[in-house]
């Protein structure tokens, strides 16, 4: 997925100086960070490194944190809670690391300033991260605080939901250009829809949200959070003539929540919902437009045999209606996405959780378009 989230960080335009598995490295300052939280569509969190260090043990990990400058970083009056990530062999839970780290900046606050703030596990404050592996251990201020998976419109999550952070990239990594078809049967909450519309007018996750961690450090100013919350005020744009984004599901109780996510996200009008099964759904005579299933996975035998005759289906479905699209099925289950027929074109992986998933693609060719009832 790093692949990308690097193009939404050069989209921007910022450039990386590293790309790895899990993540993005550039340099910038707290400005940069902010813009970065208000803007990044595939993003989970924003970490500005404080310091990285050598610790083979927690005693060590505390020696060191002890010698940062907490006092100028939290306010003394405010809020803080500690995420870790952590591989080290004296450790066995990540909890007893957070717990160092927090005592840590508790104790240097204590000896710097006779009190110390609030700690606890809601992320809604100050957010510190620990990174460490083996030896070598990395401080964060994590900026964001709450995942930026979660792009703040999506009230009612309905059935086992794509993440909109991976709604979004699954997007990027396809063909669509914005000012096409885009049609999702078996839409659900509505998520890849919502997502497309907010693509399609330029809508960014920041319009949603109105916390963050960069809130609650010491020297932040609302002048600069404001400043890039209007610039992308700014960049929100009508949608393109003849743009057709259209969300079907055959559960009323589906539609209806898709509507509600749409109406918060302020893209509800430019979404066509259909109440039907999938093989009902209208399929506008375009080319270079583009099909999106995210069908279920199949947890149990059970679910998995029924399940292969749906797969056989929305291969039939792509291939005798969607011709001259793109088509594609986001699944955790390469079983099942033999039944499909087709030969995709690219398997692009993806993980939600712990699933290895895939994107198929695959390419619809032209020809004459058979007609609905």
Request: proline share 3%; net charge neutral.
């Amino acid at each position: 997925m790093s692949v990308w989230l690097q193009k939404d960080v050069e989209d921007l335009p910022y450039k990386p100086g590293r790309v790895f598995k899990t993540g993005v490295e550039l340099k910038g300052t707290m400005q940069d960070c902010i813009r970065l939280n208000l803007n990044l569509r595939c993003a989970s969190q924003v970490l500005f490194s404080i310091k990285q260090f050598n610790a083979n043990n927690a005693d060590e990990l505390y020696r060191q944190l002890m010698q940062l400058p907490w006092e100028d970083i939290i306010p003394a009056d405010g809020y803080f809670s500690v995420s870790s990530n952590v591989s080290n062999e004296t450790i066995s839970n990540n909890l007893f690391a957070n717990v160092k780290v927090k005592d840590a900046i508790a104790d240097r606050f204590r000896e710097k300033k006779g009190l110390r703030p609030n700690s606890g596990a809601a992320l809604n404050g100050a957010v510190i991260h620990l990174y460490w592996k083996e030896n070598v251990a990395e401080i964060f201020l994590d900026t964001s605080g709450e995942t930026l998976s979660k792009h703040g419109y999506r009230k009612i999550p309905g059935k086992a939901p794509m993440l909109e952070s991976l709604a979004a990239a699954t997007i990027l990594a396809g063909n669509w250009k914005g000012n096409a078809a885009f049609v999702n049967p078996m839409c659900g909450s509505g998520t890849l829809a919502i997502e497309a519309a907010l693509m399609a007018t330029n809508r960014r996750p920041g319009l949603y949200r109105d916390n963050y961690s960069f809130m609650h450090v010491t020297g932040y100013l609302h002048s600069m959070y404001k400043k890039e919350l209007e610039a992308i005020e700014a960049k929100v744009k009508e949608a393109p003539a003849g743009l057709q984004i259209i969300a079907s599901d055959i559960s009323e109780d589906a539609i209806h929540v898709s509507k509600v996510n749409a109406g918060i996200a302020g893209v509800e009008d430019l979404i066509q919902f259909e109440c039907c099964d999938f093989e009902k759904t209208t399929v506008p005579a375009q080319e270079a437009a583009v099909v999106y299933f995210n069908p279920e996975y199949g947890d149990r035998l059970g679910d998995e045999t029924a399940l292969q005759q749906t797969y056989k289906r929305m291969g039939d479905f792509m291939k005798q209606q969607c011709k001259g699209y793109f088509g594609y099925i986001f699944t955790g289950n390469l079983e099942l996405a033999k039944k499909i027929g087709l030969k995709p074109k690219r398997r692009i992986e993806f993980f939600t959780g712990k699933i290895d998933c895939r994107l198929l693609e695959y390419e619809l060719y032209a020809g004459s378009r058979e007609n609905k009832n």
